[in-house]
């Protein structure tokens, strides 16, 4: 008997530090990266950046796959970088030279030619019909240059290029613009708007009003009734909804809808998570799609295999939401699935990543994504 009641005592002992581990592992919060890691890094950016495009350079190899990660590779390692040098000054003056590499190789046919074919886009002229892909993101990083650095090489073609997307913003029919021809995805239009919104925060432009008349009008015209989301993509002749809000989308859009009016970002982050995600107490998961559960281990160019409903962009893109909207708890939660599905290397005193689980080439794209979620930050003059 005796021996029976020290057993129970025994299991009741590992079974409350379980629950106590559970407990104080599920309410830890997020913090950023320690100053070593985020140098080691960088170092991987700085090689990627100052490597020229070739055929057998990483961006070229990633743009095998999808032409845009190609460009997504430079803005997002912009992006990242720009974080960095608000987060620690001391890195600012290498951030500043890194990313005027990621912009000259953004200008270079290499990039551009996805979305314009041998025209160069800004070039003696801006194309006032192009991609806004393309534009919005390649103004993003002139002003994320413009906001560190007191050179002014790059003021020029911000500001006709911010003059040119604030006067097609103005006379669209249904404040959008086309990503490639006949197709308008409201994530690429969030990223311009977000470029406008930081000229106006660099120059004091009057280009930042597109944003409040946007919202306004994105409230209603591409909210999605039943989960209270912004849409994938609409009509270009008639502005109707075309695409359920999806995860790897909607994700996308919060956290450059927070470079320019962080209370509908949070709005959209507190839906999105309400709707799409499930709390297991030390992760968290978030679908693509709105109560489907399906696998599909091929899934589409967006979201990559989704399994169960959950996909990989729709938990990395709101761990970036998390981070920047300040929900630590479940960003730590995020932070865990994405370690979990990812592996590190350090090699050559730098840090990159490969897929756990999935054989797919993701550098540098994810390095430079996951470094600006990691980082996310206001940007302030």
Known sequence: MKKLKNKYKILLIVV????????????????????????????????????????????????????????????????????????????????????DSAIQKTLTDKIYKCYFGKENPVSPNINSTGSILYFGHLNMMLGCYRLL???????EINDKLSESLYSRFMKSEFMCLQSYYNSIWIPDNTVALASLKLHSQNTGSEYEKICKKWIDFAKTNFVDNETGLLCSTINTGTGEKLEEPRGSMIGWSIFFIYRFDKTFAKEQYENYRTKFSKNLGILRLFRERYKNKKTDYYGDIDSGPIILGYSIPANAFAFGDAVATEDLRNAKRLHR?????????????????????????????????????????????
């Open 16 to 99: 409350s530090t379980i629950i106590f581990s559970f407990l104080i592992i599920s309410s830890q919060k997020y913090k950023y990266p320690k100053k070593d890691e985020l140098q080691l890094k960088i170092n991987y950016l700085e090689k990627i950046l100052k490597t020229p495009i070739n055929k057998n350079s990483e961006i070229t190899t990633i743009g095998y796959q999808n032409c845009e990660w190609k460009l997504f590779s430079l803005s997002f390692s912009t992006y990242a970088l720009t974080n960095i040098a608000f987060i620690d000054t001391t890195f600012k003056e290498d951030v500043i030279e890194l990313i």
């Open 149 to 155: 650095s007191d050179d002014i090489k790059y003021n």
């Open 337 to 381: 699935l994405i370690k979990l599905g990812s592996k590190k290397e350090k090699l050559n005193n730098e840090i990159k990543y490969k897929t756990r689980f999935i054989d797919m080439e993701i550098s540098p794209l994810a390095e430079a994504l996951i470094l600006y979620f990691e980082t996310m930050i206001e940007w302030k003059n």
